[in-house]
């Protein structure tokens, strides 16, 4: 059906309901965007919430966390009110989404973060969750802040608790995110067991597998396992094609092609994700993007490359400019990388009150030197 008119309530409704369904893009956001405004102009409220579900639906999956935290107020407000409150169940819903993103932009201060996550677990206290999915978002939480040792406490009181709610996410996805706690404090072996499941493909969902290959990938290089590594990258590019932002899964790829000097397929990664990663204000998005190029290219230049050649359609003026038409000095490209990284690194230890991350790109990189070294 042609989407351009949707000249009726009925035709935004028949759009919704494509929408529920329908892949994630770009396309699907902005038709969702367009509902939305279709919605306001009938002054169809319920038109709108729904609208509104999926165009934070689409945003979720294509990394635009930004969209979902600034439309998300709109919902509490609509759903307080008696006459929307059947669909709060949809709202807290959102709210995991919400915030498990916040912590990503440096913008959103500690004491704002914390007083989401306040509000966050009374809403989900009132509504009779249990303190299980509210300790399982803590320690995603903390994990993401840098408190490394509140975050395995909070996921060791989640594996602890048997109870269940509507509000739990999937099957698949509990083992998923839950593991990136375990990634982070390096306790490798851990995170393979929790995400094994799934590896073995007896848990699968929308997000699951493709989210989870890039973790073992990564736990798989830190720990030596370099076949494994390599099986698990190419389940990733088996899953993903990367024209849409996938920042962190494409970040463990181009570390594992730089570990193995497979310059060709780190370049065509980073003409896809790039501008992406360009465009967005996430700092939490793109540190590890940034680092991983980095590193490819401190690899490229020690294998003797002065240029690389990029087809890049991204606006020159807050990147590198080519030497010749689309040929990149690597001394620039890493610098420009480089310290990329280390700028959005800072943004969010400084909002931390840590250097959790920079501690963590020291070790990154004395791994990797050490690597090529031994080679």
Same mark, same amino acid.
């Given at each position: 059906? /042609?989407?351009? $008119?949707? %000249?009726? !309530?009925?035709?935004?409704?028949?759009?919704?309901?494509? +929408? *529920?369904? @329908?892949?994630?893009?770009?396309?699907?956001?902005?038709?969702?965007?367009?509902?939305?405004?279709?919605?306001?102009?009938?002054?169809?409220?319920?038109?709108?919430?729904?609208?509104?579900?999926?165009?934070?639906?689409?945003?979720?999956?294509?990394?635009?966390?930004?969209?979902?935290?600034?439309?998300?107020?709109?919902?509490?407000?609509?759903?307080?009110?008696?006459?929307?409150?059947?669909?709060?169940?949809?709202?807290?819903?959102?709210?995991?989404?919400?915030?498990?993103?916040?912590?990503?932009?440096?913008?959103?201060?500690?004491?704002?973060?914390?007083?989401?996550?306040?509000?966050?677990?009374?809403?989900?206290?009132?509504?009779?969750?249990?303190?299980?999915?509210? /300790?399982?978002? $803590?320690? %995603?939480? !903390?994990?993401?802040?840098?408190?490394?040792?509140?975050? +395995? *406490?909070? @996921?060791?009181?989640?594996?602890?608790?048997?109870?269940?709610?509507?509000?739990?996410?999937?099957?698949?996805?509990?083992?998923?995110?839950?593991?990136?706690?375990?990634?982070?404090?390096?306790?490798?072996?851990?995170?393979?067991?929790?995400?094994?499941?799934?590896?073995?493909?007896?848990?699968?969902?929308?997000?699951?597998?493709?989210?989870?290959?890039?973790?073992?990938?990564?736990?798989?290089?830190?720990?030596?396992?370099?076949?494994?590594?390599?099986?698990?990258?190419?389940?990733?590019?088996?899953?993903?094609?990367?024209?849409?932002?996938?920042?962190?899964?494409?970040?463990?790829?181009?570390?594992?092609?730089?570990?193995?000097?497979?310059?060709?397929?780190?370049? /065509?990664?980073?003409?896809? %994700?790039?501008?992406?990663?360009?465009?967005?204000?996430?700092?939490?998005?793109?540190?590890?993007?940034?680092?991983?190029?980095?590193?490819?290219?401190?690899?490229?230049?020690?294998?003797?490359?002065?240029?690389?050649?990029?087809?890049?359609?991204?606006?020159?003026?807050?990147?590198?400019?080519?030497?010749?038409?689309?040929?990149?000095?690597?001394?620039?490209?890493?610098?420009?990388?480089?310290?990329?990284?280390?700028?959005?690194?800072?943004?969010?230890?400084?909002?931390?009150?840590?250097?959790?991350?920079?501690?963590?790109?020291?070790?990154?990189?004395?791994?990797?030197?050490?690597?090529?070294?031994?080679?």
């Amino acid at each position: 059906m /042609n989407w351009q $008119k949707l %000249q009726n !309530e009925e035709e935004v409704e028949l759009a919704l309901d494509y +929408l *529920e369904d @329908a892949k994630d893009s770009f396309e699907n956001r902005d038709l969702a965007f367009k509902c939305i405004q279709k919605a306001k102009t009938f002054k169809n409220i319920d038109l709108e919430f729904d609208a509104r579900m999926r165009y934070i639906r689409q945003s979720v999956f294509l990394n635009q966390d930004q969209e979902v935290i600034a439309m998300f107020p709109w919902f509490l407000n609509k759903c307080d009110s008696k006459d929307n409150y059947y669909k709060y169940l949809q709202v807290l819903w959102t709210f995991k989404w919400v915030i498990n993103a916040v912590t990503d932009f440096p913008a959103i201060s500690l004491s704002k973060i914390e007083g989401l996550r306040e509000e966050f677990e009374r809403r989900f206290q009132e509504y009779g969750t249990g303190d299980r999915v509210i /300790n399982y978002f $803590k320690a %995603q939480q !903390e994990s993401q802040l840098g408190n490394i040792e509140k975050s +395995l *406490e909070l @996921a060791d009181k989640y594996f602890s608790d048997t109870r269940t709610c509507e509000l739990d996410d999937c099957a698949a996805c509990q083992p998923n995110n839950i593991s990136r706690v375990f990634l982070v404090a390096e306790q490798y072996d851990r995170m393979m067991d929790c995400i094994q499941p799934i590896l073995n493909g007896k848990l699968t969902c929308h997000v699951v597998p493709h989210t989870t290959f890039p973790k073992a990938a990564y736990a798989s290089m830190r720990t030596g396992a370099w076949e494994k590594a390599a099986h698990y990258v190419q389940s990733t590019y088996d899953h993903l094609d990367f024209l849409t932002p996938d920042g962190y899964e494409a970040s463990v790829l181009l570390l594992y092609h730089a570990c193995k000097q497979e310059f060709l397929k780190g370049r /065509n990664l980073i003409q896809k %994700q790039l501008a992406f990663a360009l465009k967005t204000s996430a700092s939490g998005e793109v540190y590890d993007f940034y680092l991983s190029c980095a590193l490819l290219m401190q690899a490229y230049l020690a294998s003797g490359e002065e240029t690389m050649a990029l087809d890049l359609t991204i606006n020159k003026d807050y990147f590198v400019l080519p030497v010749e038409g689309n040929k990149y000095e690597v001394l620039a490209l890493h610098k420009w990388f480089e310290t990329a990284a280390y700028k959005h690194a800072t943004l969010l230890d400084t909002r931390n009150g840590n250097t959790f991350l920079m501690d963590y790109f020291k070790k990154t990189e004395k791994w990797f030197d050490e690597l090529n070294l031994e080679e």
